[in-house]
C-alpha cells in the first residue's frame, strides 16, 4: 500500500488543521494506521493510531482532547483534526499503515508503508 499525507502547514497557537493520509494499492481496513512526528533534533513519537480490528483508538497523552483520527472508507483514508494547535506542536507529520498487535502499535518501527512528512507549524 502507498500512502499520501498533505495538509499541513503554518497556523498560529489555537488554530486548527486537518491533515489527511490518502492509500492506494491497498485499503486502509486492513491495517493499522497511525499518525508519528518529528520535531527538527528529536526523535519520531507516535501521536495517534486506528485498528480496525478491535474498533480501537489511541492517542499520545500530548495530543488527547485535541486531536481527533478518523477514517473515510469510501475515500480510502485517515484524518488527523488537530485543533488547540501549540506551538509543541510543531514537526513533520507522517502517516504510516501496518500489521500490527495491539501491544506494537505505538511503536513505530512495526509499520512498514509510509507516507511522505507533510510540515506542520504552529507560531506562537
Known amino acids: 500500500v502507498q500512502l499520501q499525507a498533505f495538509g499541513g502547514g503554518l497556523v498560529q497557537a489555537g488554530d486548527s488543521l486537518r491533515l489527511s493520509c490518502t492509500a492506494s494499492?491497498?485499503?486502509?481496513?486492513?491495517?493499522?494506521v497511525g499518525w508519528f512526528r518529528q520535531a527538527p533534533g528529536k526523535e519520531r513519537e507516535f501521536v495517534a493510531y486506528?485498528?480496525?480490528?478491535?474498533?480501537?483508538?489511541v492517542y499520545a497523552d500530548s495530543v488527547k482532547g485535541r486531536f481527533t483520527i478518523a477514517a473515510d472508507n469510501a475515500k480510502n483514508t485517515v484524518y488527523l483534526q488537530m485543533n488547540n494547535l501549540k506551538p509543541e506542536d510543531t514537526a513533520a507529520y507522517y502517516c504510516?499503515?501496518?500489521?500490527?498487535?495491539?501491544?506494537?502499535?505505538?511503536?513505530?518501527?512495526?509499520?512498514?508503508?509510509w507516507g511522505q512528512g507533510t510540515l506542520v507549524t504552529v507560531s506562537s
Open positions: 486506528i485498528r480496525w480490528s478491535g474498533n480501537r483508538i
Open positions: 504510516a499503515a501496518g500489521r500490527t498487535i495491539l501491544s506494537t502499535s505505538r511503536d513505530s518501527r512495526y509499520y512498514n508503508h
Open positions: 494499492g491497498g485499503t486502509v481496513r486492513d491495517y493499522t
